[in-house]
């Protein structure tokens, strides 16, 4: 098993694994401040996040990763501030994670909002090959090699609201490739981080009584990588508890996931949620499929008139 720790730091400092650099999770439409710092402050209220992802059970070394992040309007309902921690593990390797968000709307009307956002972030890459077998078929000058380097970067996007009904968003959390590896010779590029781009879109529609239903899509755009959909649907239940699938573009032929999703709003200020992913490429051969626990609470009451604001903002 150690072999394939081995293989997958591998791969990840190599670069193979471009659309994974970036955190990945299935409940994006509760967790938007990770991948568009415009989305700080939009809720209106203080608000925490908590989510934990255990990706493709029973294959050794695969990837587990726990965020934690707060965003809150600052001074005036038209500014807000976020904070973003996460760790993700993959292999041998760990990547520490830190963000600092800053947003501004630059309409704040009734009907619309549309927020800028900017943040500085910060992370930590670390490989620890003295860990991996050494009969493993690899280079065996691994085994004492090492990786423990910090990096920062910059990014920014937009965030739009429209009669509280519809979200639509734009963002590249992360500007600037900065070089990351390992090989001791400084002319040569092992790996680069890679640019992601993602685009987001949501809406509340209203099927019935105490009915609504929740469509959300985000997509994922990464050079000399697979262009990744998530798209998925909610039926929300006298705003209590939510239910629905979603499906994730990528792979091979029928595509990379599909997952089941629920969230229960507990009370006003607190509500958990839960998914389970279905692999659909070659790793269902060796995974039964991946999983994500996400606690959300606002520290303040939200204001009356938001329509849905656990799920929409």
Same mark, same amino acid.
Request: a negative charge; charged letters at 20%; glycine letters at 10%.
């Given at each position: 098993?150690?072999?394939?720790?081995?293989?997958?730091?591998?791969?990840?400092?190599?670069?193979?694994?471009?659309?994974?650099?970036?955190?990945?999770?299935?409940?994006?439409?509760?967790?938007?401040?990770?991948?568009?710092?415009?989305?700080?402050?939009?809720?209106?209220?203080?608000?925490?996040?908590?989510?934990?992802?255990?990706?493709?059970?029973?294959?050794?070394?695969?990837?587990?990763?726990?965020?934690?992040?707060?965003?809150?309007?600052?001074?005036?309902?038209?500014?807000?501030?976020?904070?973003?921690?996460?760790?993700?593990?993959?292999?041998?390797?760990?990547?520490?994670? +830190?963000?600092?968000?800053?947003?501004?709307?630059?309409?704040?009307? %009734?009907? /619309? #909002? &549309?927020?800028?956002?900017? !943040?500085?972030?910060?992370?930590?890459?670390?490989?620890?090959?003295?860990?991996?077998?050494?009969?493993?078929?690899?280079?065996?000058?691994?085994?004492?090699?090492?990786?423990?380097?910090?990096?920062?970067?910059?990014?920014?996007?937009?965030?739009?609201?429209?009669?509280?009904?519809?979200?639509?968003?734009?963002?590249?959390?992360?500007?600037?490739?900065?070089?990351?590896?390992?090989?001791?010779?400084?002319?040569?590029?092992?790996?680069?981080?890679?640019?992601?781009?993602?685009?987001?879109?949501?809406?509340?529609?209203?099927?019935?009584?105490?009915?609504?239903?929740?469509?959300?899509?985000?997509?994922?755009?990464?050079?000399?990588?697979?262009?990744?959909?998530?798209?998925?649907?909610?039926?929300?239940?006298?705003?209590?508890?939510?239910? +629905?699938?979603?499906?994730?573009?990528?792979?091979?032929?029928?595509? %990379?996931? /599909? #997952? &089941?999703?629920?969230?229960? !709003?507990?009370?006003?200020?607190?509500?958990?949620?839960?998914?389970?992913?279905?692999?659909?490429?070659?790793?269902?051969?060796?995974?039964?499929?991946?999983?994500?626990?996400?606690?959300?609470?606002?520290?303040?009451?939200?204001?009356?008139?938001?329509?849905?604001?656990?799920?929409?903002?």
């Amino acid at each position: 098993m150690k072999r394939i720790l081995l293989f997958l730091s591998i791969v990840c400092v190599m670069g193979g694994l471009q659309a994974q650099q970036e955190h990945q999770y299935t409940q994006f439409m509760y967790n938007k401040l990770l991948i568009n710092p415009a989305y700080a402050g939009a809720r209106g209220v203080p608000s925490l996040t908590g989510i934990y992802r255990n990706q493709w059970i029973g294959f050794d070394g695969a990837p587990k990763s726990g965020l934690l992040s707060f965003n809150t309007p600052f001074i005036t309902p038209r500014v807000g501030m976020g904070v973003t921690i996460s760790l993700e593990e993959i292999g041998l390797s760990r990547d520490f994670y +830190g963000a600092l968000a800053y947003s501004y709307d630059l309409i704040a009307k %009734e009907e /619309v #909002s &549309l927020r800028f956002g900017i !943040q500085g972030s910060i992370r930590n890459y670390s490989f620890d090959f003295a860990k991996a077998d050494p009969n493993s078929p690899f280079d065996n000058s691994l085994d004492n090699m090492g990786m423990n380097d910090i990096y920062g970067n910059v990014g920014a996007g937009l965030y739009a609201t429209i009669v509280e009904q519809f979200y639509v968003g734009f963002s590249v959390p992360h500007i600037y490739s900065n070089v990351i590896g390992i090989n001791p010779d400084v002319d040569v590029e092992t790996a680069k981080e890679a640019m992601h781009m993602y685009g987001m879109a949501g809406a509340i529609l209203p099927i019935g009584d105490d009915l609504n239903l929740l469509p959300a899509v985000l997509t994922k755009y990464v050079k000399n990588a697979p262009f990744d959909v998530d798209v998925n649907v909610n039926l929300e239940i006298k705003e209590t508890v939510t239910a +629905g699938v979603s499906y994730r573009v990528g792979g091979e032929g029928s595509g %990379e996931s /599909v #997952s &089941l999703l629920a969230y229960w !709003q507990i009370g006003p200020q607190f509500g958990v949620g839960a998914a389970y992913d279905f692999p659909l490429t070659e790793v269902r051969d060796f995974s039964s499929g991946s999983i994500e626990a996400l606690v959300q609470i606002d520290l303040k009451k939200a204001r009356k008139r938001m329509s849905n604001p656990r799920f929409f903002l």
